[in-house]
């Protein structure tokens, strides 16, 4: 079993900046790819980003592509999401995922993983 701890959620105003990080314990030294979902209230859970084991290879969902920055600890599986100019439509949880592969995934289908979820607050 693999456990994933997010850290680093919180409230921010629009404009402002938030990091959150995601460790993997249990079976962790297994080489997979990471990344992030998140769920608006009322929304369904959507792709944010992903990033693979080695960390050459970047996905983002088009509303985040150019304001948030995922990266991973090299040869750890611990992963970032720095999110920068954020807005109110980025208010969720974010969720950390692993995925079942080492090549980044941008659907459910590629999770094996899921953390329990952080909030994130944007106000305007």
């Known amino acids: 079993q693999v456990q994933l701890i997010e850290s680093g959620g919180g409230s921010v105003q629009a404009g402002g900046s938030l990091t959150l990080s995601c460790a993997a314990s249990?079976?962790?030294?297994?080489?997979?790819?990471m990344g992030w979902f998140r769920q608006a209230p009322g929304k369904e859970r959507e792709f944010v980003g992903s990033?693979?084991?080695?960390?050459?290879?970047?996905y983002y969902e088009e509303s985040v592509r150019g304001r948030f920055n995922i990266s991973k600890d090299t040869g750890e599986n611990t992963v970032h999401l720095q999110m920068n100019s954020l807005k109110p439509d980025d208010t969720a949880v974010y969720f950390c995922t692993r995925g079942k592969g080492r090549l980044p995934f941008t659907s459910e289908a590629g999770v094996e993983y899921w953390g329990q979820g952080t909030q994130v607050t944007v106000s305007s």
């Open positions: 990033i693979s084991w080695g960390g050459g290879v970047v």
């Open positions: 249990g079976r962790a030294l297994e080489s997979k790819a």
